[in-house]
């Protein structure tokens, strides 16, 4: 069920994943108005800016009955499994704060399929048959700007433990597991491991990675591995800080998670506000206040990021993420947990 | 008949049976909690029961020494009493300063103190359940006038509930170390860190980021080794303390940035 609409040129194409835009994004008011009762699950994220979201949608759909269940994106994921295993449905739609939850449902036969014209919308990298990424966040390398330019940080992931660089990490943050989890698949375990074995040597560690960012910012550490909104958030509140962005190329160093919608009912409903999720309007806010990287063409990123068209992430199925097991075993086995 | 007045009347021998039923119970909270004003004289008589329970172990210990007073049974008084959830659910404060003055009664007689130093002791404790007797009085009244919303698995809605809902969880910290629950301590800690403060680092850090910086080492540093090296409940709260004051300071950030929000349509 992990089916993935790719086109098959585009992804032999690798670098060229992020295309420019080749169309407008769909505004709010093509959309139809929202009717009757919809139950969401919404996992917990960039704090109130996706409540802010659903509550923009209620006003403007007055008709629109809208539920809401709250949890931890993980144990929402379970919850409809299991609902969906015992014969009840509560739930219409789940918008996750990461794409590897909907694996599980999606794995399960719960999520339905959505119209071609949703995944239409989202870049072709992001095209998927029975759930839709929202906005996405890139593994990136804050560097000092005081020391390095971007030119000298390695383009290879794989390339880093060798480079001289003094390096800062956060090995027991949720989205370097995931990161690590890509390298993984990407690269096999044995490389992997060998990897976080020679990293850990000349590593600093760090208890998260804003933590990882603001070390890398005072010159603790050369460069860092961190998500994107770090470093963006910081340059926001302190335009002068030593610290800039750079990218690998084509593997797990810069890869690209997302938020993910997915319809667990078949009403059409359910489609509709799956929709709105991906105006122009909800991609613009979210990118806007919470530094979150549109995945609808036509949408611009986050001011301080490159193009999209000059970041080349790997070509991965993001649901192949959920599954963290191994990659705790394999991190603990190479003793950096 | 409450579960303490069951324990109050049947023989000691069969008190362990009504307590490790109510044990089974702990974190199923009744309903009692959304209707206190019904529950207050209730409350106060368990109170009284309790303070007389743990006066006669004292007097017992004086007379006949550690064994016969069998200090463990101060938890499992406390474990009986409905007032237990009712000051839990309302001031978590007070009720981890109970667990520390119980825990402090128990070890005193354990470590065969001072008869006198064993009911100064106790005497702290009392103060601690009147106290929180009296909070719970204030609360029931609250709840009367529809002041307080009832007791559930609450979800926040906003970055401005979820700085509240840490704060609460922090409290429980020292609650559940109080209780000498470490790993349950630790865990409410990482939980708290990993589903509720990382949903609202992301603003904060534009707005403060060596704030936020700071409460991730409190978060995943200080905190959980203060917890893990078995400091004194005062100590792990001090650190709670100075977190809640820096959480205080998020919350004003916070607020200020919800309402120069830009609108999503």
Redesign the interface.
């Known amino acids: 069920m992990r089916r993935r609409a790719f086109i098959q040129g585009m992804a032999a194409a690798g670098g060229l994943a992020f295309l420019p835009s080749l169309r407008a994004a769909t505004s709010?008011d093509e959309l139809p108005p929202l009717e009757g009762d919809l139950t969401l699950y919404l996992g917990?994220?960039?704090?109130?800016?996706y409540?802010?979201?659903l509550?923009?949608?209620e006003t403007?759909n007055p008709k629109l009955k809208l539920g809401v269940r709250?949890?931890?994106t993980a144990a929402l994921a379970n919850a409809i499994v299991a609902e969906g295993k015992a014969g009840v449905q509560r739930a219409d739609v789940f918008w996750a704060v990461d794409s590897g939850a909907v694996g599980l449902i999606s794995d399960a036969g719960i999520a339905r399929p959505l119209p071609s014209d949703v995944a239409a919308q989202l870049q072709l990298a992001f095209r998927y048959d029975n759930w839709t990424p929202v906005t996405g966040r890139i593994r990136t390398l804050p560097y000092h700007t005081g020391r390095l330019s971007a030119e000298q940080i390695p383009e290879d992931i794989m390339a880093f433990p060798d480079s001289g660089l003094t390096l800062g990490w956060s090995p027991?943050y949720?989205s370097f597991q995931s990161f690590i989890t890509a390298m993984r698949l990407l690269e096999g375990d044995a490389a992997t491991k060998d990897w976080l074995q020679r990293v850990k040597r000349s590593g600093k560690s760090y208890?998260?990675e804003?933590?990882v960012v603001?070390a890398v910012e005072r010159g603790e550490v050369d460069v860092g591995f961190a998500n994107h909104?770090?470093t963006l958030?910081?340059k926001?509140?302190?335009p002068d800080a030593n610290v800039a962005l750079a990218y690998t190329r084509n593997d797990a160093g810069c890869l690209v998670n997302a938020s993910a919608a997915v319809a667990v009912s078949d009403k059409p409903l359910a489609t509709n506000f799956i929709r709105y999720l991906l105006t122009e309007?909800?991609q613009s806010?979210l990118a806007?206040?919470?530094?979150e990287i549109p995945l609808v063409e036509g949408v611009a990123p986050p001011g301080a990021l490159p193009r999209m068209s000059a970041i080349n992430p790997p070509e991965i199925d993001l649901t192949a993420l959920a599954d963290l097991r191994p990659t705790l075993d394999l991190m603990r086995d190479a003793d950096v947990l | 008949m409450n579960s303490w007045k069951h324990f109050r009347a049947v023989a000691f021998g069969l008190a362990a049976i009504l307590v490790a039923a109510q044990v089974k119970a702990d974190g199923a909270i009744g309903e009692h909690v959304n209707n206190m004003k019904a529950h207050l004289d209730d409350y106060s008589e368990e109170v009284s029961w309790m303070i007389g329970k743990i006066d006669e172990m004292v007097d017992t210990y004086a007379e006949s020494g550690v064994e016969a007073a069998q200090p463990d049974n101060v938890v499992e008084y406390w474990e009986a009493v409905d007032f237990h959830s009712a000051i839990e659910t309302n001031y978590i404060p007070l009720y981890a300063s109970i667990w520390q003055g119980l825990f402090a009664v128990k070890g005193a007689i354990e470590e065969e103190q001072p008869v006198e130093q064993v009911r100064a002791v106790k005497s702290d404790l009392d103060a601690v359940l009147w106290q929180s007797l009296g909070a719970v009085k204030v609360a029931a009244e609250y709840q009367a006038r529809g002041m307080l919303p009832p007791v559930a698995n609450t979800e926040a809605a906003n970055p401005v509930e979820t700085v509240d809902i840490i704060k609460r969880e922090l409290h429980r910290v020292v609650a559940k170390y109080a209780e000498k629950l470490s790993d349950d301590a630790i865990e409410i800690v990482q939980q708290t860190y990993l589903t509720r403060f990382e949903g609202i680092e992301g603003d904060l850090i534009s707005l403060d980021a060596a704030l936020v910086e700071d409460l991730e080492i409190d978060f995943n540093v200080k905190l959980p080794k203060a917890i893990q090296d078995e400091k004194s409940i005062d100590e792990v709260r001090e650190v709670v303390e100075l977190m809640q004051s820096k959480l205080d300071r998020c919350r004003s950030l916070l607020a200020d940035a919800e309402a120069n929000r830009s609108d999503v349509f």
């Open positions: 709010v917990r994220g960039e704090g109130g800016l409540e802010n979201v509550k923009a949608i403007r709250r949890g931890p027991a949720a208890a998260g804003l933590g603001m909104y770090y958030r910081l926001a509140g302190k309007q909800v806010y806007r206040e919470a530094y």
